[in-house]
């Protein structure tokens, strides 16, 4: 009978080491579990943030896209250098520094009569 309690025993303790083995892996797992669950919301929340990283990427590329579109149809309207040249031919030819205004000339025409008026008064 001793032999059988020691036995008993040896098996009861084996029982009790393999539940504690057991409830250890099963804390280990749920552990791991929860990680998993955590890194999966994140990765989540990443994948999400980039989503909309690239849909901001595309929008504003596709503003910049028509913005060039629009300057390259403007451009068409740009003065060329060969008339720019000829403007300024032109501008050198009449000399804008040298015209007179309205003013100048009535002032002008005013000292002549003047000058004439006196002349004759001199005579």
Do not use: C
Request: net charge positive.
């Amino acid at each position: 009978m001793p032999e059988q309690l020691q036995q008993d025993f040896n098996e009861s303790e084996r029982l009790r080491l393999i539940e504690s083995k057991y409830t250890l892996m099963r804390d280990r797992l749920l552990i791991i579990n929860q990680n998993m669950i955590e890194q999966y919301k994140k990765m989540n929340k990443e994948i999400s943030l980039l989503r909309e990283e690239i849909k901001d990427i595309k929008k504003t590329s596709y503003d910049l896209k028509e913005i060039i579109e629009h300057l390259v149809s403007e451009m068409r309207f740009f003065a060329k250098v060969e008339q720019v040249k000829v403007i300024e031919k032109y501008i050198n030819f009449w000399n804008p520094l040298n015209f007179t205004t309205e003013k100048d000339v009535r002032r002008i025409i005013e000292e002549n009569a003047t000058k004439k008026r006196s002349g004759k008064h001199n005579r």
